[in-house]
């Protein structure tokens, strides 16, 4: 089944434990969390010292999405903080495999994010090294952005990837889902998808996190 990200970007930070704990009984399966450093992406999020906060709150994997320059400095603090699932982009890291390392070093999962221009050849010789692939469908920075279409045949792309090595790759699509562009990333052959606005944006949860989940 596919399983459903809920993106706390678009919660309410001011009650944000509510938040956490109204899309796990929703039926969520992560909690993606946007870590944004005003660099990298022209937008400031959240640190290691709130991964730090809401830890205590949810049994689900923490699935933190660094949109940073040089992740290696800050790595080691998400871990500790508790994250479960850390993803780097390869647009900002020189040394991809080798960051890619230190995560799984470090005892959690280990994602590599694409943004819409980058091709997924960038990614072929480290796919034997990684959990989970996501795949940006807006330009990352901010929540509530349209789903740009043109990404899906990289999606194909990846699945072909993941089943050519033959392991258990997450296939994670990330911006503009909502219930029909749940459709077409699932039938390209995504297994987790991000959502932030369509779900914080409805006041039940878990009717919209139903909603976007795609069975095949
Ligand atoms: C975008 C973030 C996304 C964002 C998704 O830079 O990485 O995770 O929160 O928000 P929606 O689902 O509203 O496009
Ligand atoms: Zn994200």
Do not use: W
């Not at 944000?16 to 944004?36: C, F, N, R, S």
Request: hydrophobic fraction near 45%.
């Amino acid at each position: 089944m596919t399983k459903i990200a809920p993106s706390i970007l678009s919660a309410d930070f001011a009650k944000l434990g509510q938040d956490i704990t109204e899309v796990e009984q929703g039926g969520a399966d992560y909690i993606h969390v946007d870590v944004m450093d005003g660099h990298f992406v022209p937008n400031i999020t959240i640190g290691p010292l709130v991964v730090d906060a809401i830890r205590p709150l949810t049994k689900l994997p923490l699935d933190v999405h660094l949109m940073i320059e040089n992740p290696d400095q800050y790595i080691p603090s998400f871990v500790k903080a508790g994250a479960d699932i850390i993803s780097v982009h390869v647009e900002a890291c020189p040394h991809l495999h080798r960051t890619v390392h230190m995560i799984k070093e470090l005892g959690v999962k280990a994602g590599v994010v694409l943004n819409p221009a980058t091709p997924v050849d960038t990614i072929k010789h480290v796919i034997e090294e990684v959990d989970l692939v996501l795949l940006m469908t807006v330009n990352p920075g901010f929540g509530g952005q349209s789903f740009i279409h043109s990404v899906l045949p990289k999606v194909k792309e990846v699945k072909e990837l993941v089943d050519a090595v033959g392991k258990e790759i997450d296939i994670e699509i990330d911006g503009g889902v909502n219930p029909e562009t749940a459709k077409l990333c699932v039938e390209a052959g995504a297994n987790v998808l991000v959502a932030g606005s369509a779900i914080y944006g409805k006041q039940d949860r878990k009717k919209a996190i139903e909603s976007i989940r795609q069975t095949r």
